[in-house]
């Protein structure tokens, strides 16, 4: 592995492109929001993101009507629930660790688990 600096000249052409194409890219992003606007596509100023209690709300409404599956919103609930639990209630003291090798076959895996009483594997 070579520890000299990269060249350059791959900088230099790609800010070079850059520069170049930038009205083109502008232009095509003004005439595209445009005829998105126009056919009534796209609203300025959607929102892309919520909040965690409009999430909530979103949850607590039938499936149906949130676009939501039941597995998702299951999910998403327990993403929550985790976020109000205690390192050390979901951690595993390292001498319960047991680390397999990366050639370790998958029946052989099964195996330690049920030998060790199902410990975390790493």
């Not at 520890?3 to 170049?20: K, W």
């Not at 892309?48 to 209690?53: A, M």
């Not at 039938?62 to 390192?87: Q, R, W």
């Not at 047991?98 to 060790?116: I, N």
Request: without cysteine; proline residues 6%; negative net charge.
């Amino acid at each position: 592995m070579s520890t000299e600096a990269p060249p350059l000249d791959g900088v230099r052409v790609l800010e070079l492109a850059s520069a170049l194409l930038s009205p083109l890219t502008w232009t095509a992003r003004i005439l595209v929001g445009g005829v998105l606007g126009a056919v009534g596509l796209r609203t300025s100023g959607t929102r892309q993101f919520v909040s965690r209690e409009e999430l909530k709300l979103l949850l607590q409404m039938e499936p149906e009507e949130a676009d939501v599956t039941v597995t998702e919103a299951e999910m998403i609930d327990k993403i929550f629930d985790l976020g109000e639990t205690a390192v050390r209630e979901v951690m595993v003291p390292l001498v319960d660790v047991a680390a397999l090798p990366e050639t370790t076959s998958p029946a052989d895996a099964v195996r330690l688990v049920a030998a060790g009483g199902g410990g975390a594997l790493e």
